[in-house]
């Protein structure tokens, strides 16, 4: 329980921690103010039971005398106020604690939830290269509330029920001491008799609903994300069983991690109802007359009303601990053993305030060698390339040759084993942000979200900060504009759908081109951008970019060559190295598979 309460508190924030404490500290409050309550039973009944305790009893003589009563029904009266006002004091205590408890849980879940999103999102684009985005949404969406519930509130529930059992029992020692230790012994006994035998059980629970709660979102994400696949090829019920074995594990397990916890409250009531019997037979025996039996008992009804359930609730949330022990290293794993130093948030990059990093002499690769993870061979091996300001490059050769890593690792999101990437003589790394406010990228499959047209065109700007101007200016260049106007119901303010399904797959390549132009950046990088797009929008596509051709930067990767048929210079590229430059026409002459490439269309 230590090593879980240390790995839980390093996912807490300073004042999160300070608030915990002060939570704490509301709970050992709230056991006293119980304790208290339950104990002020006792003097009433006794008083019920037998007036004349008043007088034999020196605090309720005094408190009798005191305040000046005039009989003992009047003294009854005000004593049962006080007990009833330590009752309502108490609830209402206890209910005050809830609703903090709630609310720091509620509150917790939320920064923890946006913490861990920060923390992939800080983390280098070569980290997603071997993470499943299914595992990730399940961390931030599931296994926070998992730790949260099952760990944060099975852990403040264990310190509050701990606390109402010492106190209680200290109250009932201080009256039977002997009566007190074999109701400790009965309870805890019974409880961690179970615990220990269970205790595995437990453990394996927790770590099978991980990962079959994992599988569950990614079967889901599968056979949502391509369902026009399976549509066609009629295997919707291969995910569905295959989404099903997991749902079925999961709940299975739930079932059995409810009934450990639930179990020993059936057999724990019955053994307080017998050791009411006991107790009263136990009393009768003892005592000459049996006006003490009934407060005596009394207490102890109304302590064990309130011990039980306390027990049942420690072992239950010992129980939840136990099975959410795995959901706890899985944040902890992500959330802090892989934080940033400043912190995942701080370590964002504010584009609104980043000025762009001057390119006007040249963007240099010199001596770049990368490797993937687990890759035998390396992808590029000592590559060198320069692109001089307001160029057009071409960059083609066969799958595999490396086309796309050298984009990825100008675009910023790869970093080179070995070797530089310059921009007018600065490395791009000690200026990577401004660096990135130089860019626009045209990928070879476009993510549109499920919003308008003018949202997935100006892309993560604030809804009162698009300029109008700048989207329709892009979405022209993109030849685009004319069938936003004329043949969208709502023009701009028409959604898409998700992942844009209610367009075409030419109208979603055309509105990444125009996300990429919308702020207008001296470089476009476009890597296969037109592979989607017909004949003629490919041709009035190409038209349009050719214009910007020595007022932009241009690099295009380009699996048609007649894409790169007008590029100042191409490089042709084999095994992660330069086979060869020039421009369309001379390559045609002194490349053997520049020509095979251009006579089969590619």
Not at 223 to 235: M, T, V, Y
Not at 287 to 303: C, D, M, N, T, W
Not at 312 to 320: E, M, R, V
Not at 530 to 547: F, K, M, Q
């Amino acid at each position: 329980m230590i090593a879980t309460a240390k790995q839980f508190l390093d996912l807490l924030s300073p004042r999160e921690k300070v608030q915990l404490w002060i939570l704490a500290a509301a709970m050992v409050v709230l056991a006293v103010v119980e304790t208290a309550g339950v104990a002020s039973i006792l003097p009433f009944i006794a008083v019920v039971n037998n007036p004349e305790v008043i007088q034999r009893n020196p605090w309720l003589r005094l408190a009798y005398d005191s305040l000046g009563y005039a009989s003992p029904q009047s003294f009854l009266v005000s004593l049962g106020i006080v007990v009833l006002a330590f009752i309502v004091f108490s609830n209402v205590v206890k209910a005050l604690t809830a609703w903090w408890r709630l609310s720091y849980d509620n509150n917790l879940n939320y920064t923890l939830a946006r913490r861990l999103l920060a923390q992939y999102m800080a983390r280098p684009y070569a980290f997603f290269l071997n993470r499943n985005t299914s595992d990730m949404t399940k961390n931030i969406l599931t296994e926070v509330r998992n730790c949260i519930g099952g760990v944060l509130s099975a852990g403040m529930e264990i310190l509050s029920s701990s606390l109402v059992c010492l106190f209680m029992l200290g109250l009932l020692l201080a009256i039977d001491p002997f009566i007190a230790i074999v109701i400790m012994g009965v309870l805890s006994g019974a409880y961690a008799g179970i615990y220990f035998l269970a205790r595995r059980k437990l453990a394996r629970i927790g770590r099978e609903q991980v990962v079959a709660s994992s599988m569950k979102y990614r079967a889901a994400n599968e056979a949502l994300g391509a369902i026009k696949d399976l549509k066609i090829l009629g295997r919707e019920r291969s995910f569905l069983e295959r989404f099903s074995d997991h749902a079925r594990r999961h709940a299975l397990n739930n079932v059995s991690g409810g009934v450990i916890s639930a179990l020993p409250r059936y057999v724990l009531e019955i053994l307080a109802f017998g050791g009411i019997l006991a107790l009263m037979l136990h009393f009768l025996r003892i005592q000459e007359r049996s006006g003490h039996v009934i407060p005596l008992l009394a207490l102890y009804a109304f302590a064990g009303y309130r011990l039980l359930p306390a027990v049942q609730q420690i072992f239950s949330a010992i129980t939840s601990v136990r099975i959410n022990l795995y959901s706890l290293r899985v944040l902890h794993q992500d959330l802090v053993q892989g934080q940033t130093g400043a912190g995942a948030e701080a370590a964002l990059p504010d584009f609104t305030e980043a000025k762009p990093v001057p390119f006007v002499q040249r963007l240099e690769l010199r001596d770049i060698s990368f490797s993937y993870p687990e890759a035998r061979d390396p992808v590029l091996d000592a590559f060198n390339l320069t692109v001089v300001p307001h160029s057009s490059v071409g960059l083609v050769g066969a799958t595999g040759s490396g086309k796309t890593t050298v984009v990825d690792l100008i675009l910023g999101l790869l970093t080179p084993g070995s070797g530089r990437i310059f921009v007018d003589g600065v490395d791009i790394q000690e200026c990577l942000s401004r660096w990135q406010r130089n860019l626009g990228y045209v990928p070879q499959h476009i993510f549109l979200s499920d919003d308008t047209v003018l949202a997935n065109i100006a892309f993560g700007v604030p809804e009162g900060e698009i300029d109008m101007a700048a989207v329709k200016r892009a979405a022209s260049v993109a030849n685009l504009h004319s069938f936003i106007e004329e043949e969208l119901p709502s023009g701009y303010h028409t959604a898409v759908g998700e992942r844009g399904i209610r367009l075409s797959g030419g109208q979603r390549q055309r509105l990444g081109i125009a996300r990429a132009l919308y702020r207008d950046p001296p470089i476009l990088i476009m890597d296969e951008a037109t592979s989607a797009l017909d004949g003629i929008t490919e041709e009035a596509v190409t038209e349009a970019i050719r214009a910007l051709s020595g007022r932009k930067t241009l690099i295009t990767i380009a699996h048609r060559l007649t894409t790169v048929k007008d590029c100042d210079v191409i490089y042709l590229m084999d095994q992660g190295r330069i086979a060869g430059r020039g421009t369309y026409a001379e390559l045609m002459k002194t490349s053997s598979w520049f020509r095979a490439a251009a006579r089969t269309g590619a």
